[in-house]
């Protein structure tokens, strides 16, 4: 926002090195160690199902005046969302809106945190629709209770804070219209931006100029994958694919070559007996822009996810893109243009995603610069702004209407004033 010209604040609980922000009651180290301890007993007692993010409601660290005094004397023009677990409640929000009564509030869903009663990654729960009863993340009655009382209580604040709510894919706006929160607000669709203007530019240019990696590696195909634990990642997909292309294919190691970042899952597995396989591990956001500009194409092998953010950074940088039919990939790949959606959540359909590619590598179909720039960060203000600026003219022009009208409207928009 700055870098456009914007005056921006962020309250947040995280750590972090902007010169704009504020944190406010971050978690300790050993609170966090604790928090973790705590569900994965709870898990192994079977009182919770560990697939479930969040597991239902947690209290929220932050109230409406650590927020005020935050802010000081600044008048802010809008209050965006985009995160709330473990850190702020609707009630809270509610509170806020009462004191900014005029200004938009976006909700940015950046998962499916604001559809329900709590948890992340819905898993096939269609709880959120029925405001949560009977959540099948827990075997505790009273856990249920509250997971049910939350939802409750989130439907009545909701009506108070009137959002306006931003989903960065179709499906998860599909997800909202069904929500029993969120489905009678205004909402639009705005894919995340990923990327800066000035890393798009200098990664296409990249691209333009040629690789400079040396010909024996240049002759096979370098794809990158994220590597994690987590079962809802699907990196044992991704191991399956890769057994099956080599069975198929016993000269793959010469075609093909892997690139895997996050954790070690990958460099555990067996996929070094199949394929050249370099484990870079957690990335510097400078080190990632760099592996995009050596790479063919990106690999997803999610079983579920809200993004992943990654396949808007290809396609923003104009690299071809693979993934199971998760978060933004229908929008952004369907058009087989920039990649390829796999069929199913399996390692058979991935291996045969991998082998369709592996014998025709298809370049990114070009793409205009309009397309493009909505996926920079820079691009995904701009949208946002035009939806705060809409909003802002249709609150002047109601305004307008209720001043104009008889005195009884006149007298009762002095009470909401109020």
């Given at each position: 926002m700055q870098r456009l010209g914007y005056a921006s604040f962020i309250v947040t609980r995280e750590s972090n090195s902007l010169s704009n922000?504020?944190?406010?009651?971050?978690l300790t180290?050993?609170?966090?160690?604790?928090?973790v301890r705590r569900l994965a007993l709870m898990?192994?007692?079977?009182?919770?199902?560990?697939?479930?993010?969040?597991?239902?409601?947690?209290?929220?660290?932050?109230?409406?005046?650590?927020?005020?005094?935050?802010?000081?004397?600044?008048?802010p023009t809008v209050l965006v969302f985009y995160w709330v677990s473990y850190f702020i409640n609707f009630k809270c929000i509610a509170e806020l809106r009462r004191t900014y009564p005029g200004i938009p509030f976006l909700f940015v869903c950046l998962d499916e945190g604001f559809l329900g009663g709590g948890c992340h990654y819905s898993w096939g729960c269609r709880g959120y629709e029925e405001a949560c009863v009977n959540c099948p993340s827990t075997s505790l009655h009273l856990r249920k209770r509250k997971i049910q009382i939350e939802m409750q209580e989130r439907i009545r604040e909701i009506h108070k804070i009137n959002p306006i709510v931003l989903y960065p894919t179709a499906a998860m706006a599909r997800m909202g219209e069904r929500s029993a929160i969120l489905k009678q607000f205004q909402k639009e669709v705005i894919p995340l931006g990923a990327v800066s203007k000035q890393e798009q530019d200098?990664?296409?240019?990249l691209g333009e100029g040629g690789s400079?990696?040396?010909?024996a590696i240049k002759q096979k195909l370098t794809i990158l994958v994220r590597s994690s634990s987590e079962y809802r990642k699907g990196s044992d997909l991704f191991v399956g694919a890769i057994k099956l292309l080599a069975a198929g294919n016993p000269n793959i190691r010469s075609q093909l070559r892997v690139i895997s970042i996050g954790d070690a899952t990958l460099e555990n597995s067996e996929i070094g007996n199949y394929v050249d396989?370099?484990?870079?591990?957690i990335v510097q956001r400078s080190q990632l822009m760099e592996i995009y500009g050596k790479i063919d194409a990106l690999v997803v092998t999610s079983r579920e996810d809200a993004g992943?953010?990654?396949?808007?950074?290809?396609v923003a940088l104009g690299k071809f893109a693979i993934s199971t039919p998760v978060g933004v990939a229908n929008d952004l790949l369907a058009d087989a243009c920039h990649g390829i959606v796999v069929g199913a959540f399996t390692s058979e359909a991935i291996c045969d995603a991998l082998k369709s590619y592996c014998l025709q590598p298809r370049e990114v179909v070009s793409t205009s610069e309009?397309?493009?720039?909505?996926?920079?960060?820079?691009?995904?203000?701009?949208?946002?702004?035009?939806?705060?600026e809409k909003s802002q003219m249709i609150v002047e022009e109601s305004l307008v209407c209720m001043g104009t009208a008889n005195g009884a409207a006149g007298d009762h928009l002095g009470e909401v004033q109020r």
């Amino acid at each position: 926002m700055q870098r456009l010209g914007y005056a921006s604040f962020i309250v947040t609980r995280e750590s972090n090195s902007l010169s704009n922000s504020v944190i406010i009651k971050p978690l300790t180290r050993l609170e966090r160690s604790l928090r973790v301890r705590r569900l994965a007993l709870m898990h192994r007692l079977g009182l919770i199902e560990n697939k479930y993010a969040l597991f239902g409601i947690e209290n929220a660290r932050i109230d409406c005046s650590d927020i005020l005094k935050s802010v000081g004397n600044s008048k802010p023009t809008v209050l965006v969302f985009y995160w709330v677990s473990y850190f702020i409640n609707f009630k809270c929000i509610a509170e806020l809106r009462r004191t900014y009564p005029g200004i938009p509030f976006l909700f940015v869903c950046l998962d499916e945190g604001f559809l329900g009663g709590g948890c992340h990654y819905s898993w096939g729960c269609r709880g959120y629709e029925e405001a949560c009863v009977n959540c099948p993340s827990t075997s505790l009655h009273l856990r249920k209770r509250k997971i049910q009382i939350e939802m409750q209580e989130r439907i009545r604040e909701i009506h108070k804070i009137n959002p306006i709510v931003l989903y960065p894919t179709a499906a998860m706006a599909r997800m909202g219209e069904r929500s029993a929160i969120l489905k009678q607000f205004q909402k639009e669709v705005i894919p995340l931006g990923a990327v800066s203007k000035q890393e798009q530019d200098e990664c296409l240019a990249l691209g333009e100029g040629g690789s400079k990696e040396s010909g024996a590696i240049k002759q096979k195909l370098t794809i990158l994958v994220r590597s994690s634990s987590e079962y809802r990642k699907g990196s044992d997909l991704f191991v399956g694919a890769i057994k099956l292309l080599a069975a198929g294919n016993p000269n793959i190691r010469s075609q093909l070559r892997v690139i895997s970042i996050g954790d070690a899952t990958l460099e555990n597995s067996e996929i070094g007996n199949y394929v050249d396989h370099e484990f870079m591990g957690i990335v510097q956001r400078s080190q990632l822009m760099e592996i995009y500009g050596k790479i063919d194409a990106l690999v997803v092998t999610s079983r579920e996810d809200a993004g992943p953010l990654m396949i808007n950074e290809c396609v923003a940088l104009g690299k071809f893109a693979i993934s199971t039919p998760v978060g933004v990939a229908n929008d952004l790949l369907a058009d087989a243009c920039h990649g390829i959606v796999v069929g199913a959540f399996t390692s058979e359909a991935i291996c045969d995603a991998l082998k369709s590619y592996c014998l025709q590598p298809r370049e990114v179909v070009s793409t205009s610069e309009l397309d493009r720039n909505r996926l920079t960060f820079e691009g995904y203000v701009g949208a946002m702004l035009e939806v705060i600026e809409k909003s802002q003219m249709i609150v002047e022009e109601s305004l307008v209407c209720m001043g104009t009208a008889n005195g009884a409207a006149g007298d009762h928009l002095g009470e909401v004033q109020r």
